[in-house]
Every structure is written in structure tokens, then in C-alpha cells.
């Protein structure tokens, strides 16, 4: 079993940046591919961003990309979303998500998911 736990959220104004943490309970937590998806009220949840284990590859949802970065450090279990350039729109609670090896952008292949971070933006 994996914990998974998202800070960071919180109200800051359209234009402005701000950084997700999530860290995960695990002893290898270089072999899961890490994801972040978010969900607005009303909406289905949906895609951020997702990085692989070793870090070296990434992938972005249309809407976020330019804007959005998407890291990790494997020698403290976190995975990082650095959001820039915030619009009304990004506003959510985001959700950080395990999964065993490649993963993907589809959220059913994530095992484990923490509780979610809200992110506010103000216009």
C-alpha cells in the first residue's frame, strides 16, 4: 500500500505561480510513474501532467502546456507541479496519483491517489 499526500494548495491571483508538493510512502518510488490530475466543480476529473520514474519523461495536458512543470526527486518521494501563468480556469482540487511502471494519462491505471489540494485562483 502506498500513501499519498498533496500540499501546497491554496487562493492566489490569476497571473500569479504556485507549487504542488506530493509525497508518497513507498521504498520504491522510483519505479512508479507519478501523475497529477484535478477536478473543477462540475467537471470530471482530468489530466495535468504525469512523469515517469526516472524523471526523464513527461507528459502535459494541452492546457497546461508552457505553463505547467512536472518533476520529482526520487531521494525524498516527492513529486513537485510547478504552475505558472495561473488562470481562473486552473482552479480545482488537484490530485496526485501513483502508478506501477509507465502509466499513462488515463486516470484508471493510477493505484493509489491522495486526498487532493485546493488550488483557488482569483481573477
Known amino acids: 500500500q502506498v500513501q499519498v499526500v498533496e500540499s501546497g494548495g491554496k487562493l492566489v491571483q490569476a497571473g500569479g505561480s504556485l507549487r504542488l508538493s506530493c509525497a508518497a510512502s513507498?521504498?520504491?518510488?522510483?519505479?512508479?510513474?507519478m501523475g497529477w490530475f484535478r477536478q473543477a466543480p462540475g467537471k470530471e476529473r482530468e489530466f495535468v501532467a504525469r512523469i515517469h520514474g526516472s524523471g526523464g519523461k513527461t507528459d502535459y495536458a494541452d492546457s497546461v502546456k508552457g505553463r505547467f512543470t512536472i518533476s520529482r526527486d526520487n531521494g525524498v518521494n516527492t513529486v513537485y507541479l510547478e504552475m505558472n501563468s495561473l488562470k481562473p480556469e486552473d482552479a480545482a482540487v488537484y490530485y496526485c496519483?501513483?502508478?506501477w511502471g509507465s502509466g499513462g494519462v488515463d486516470e484508471r491505471v493510477y493505484t493509489y491517489w491522495g486526498q487532493g489540494t485546493q488550488v483557488t485562483v482569483s481573477s
Open positions: 496519483a501513483a502508478a
Open positions: 513507498t521504498r520504491t518510488f522510483g519505479l512508479y510513474t
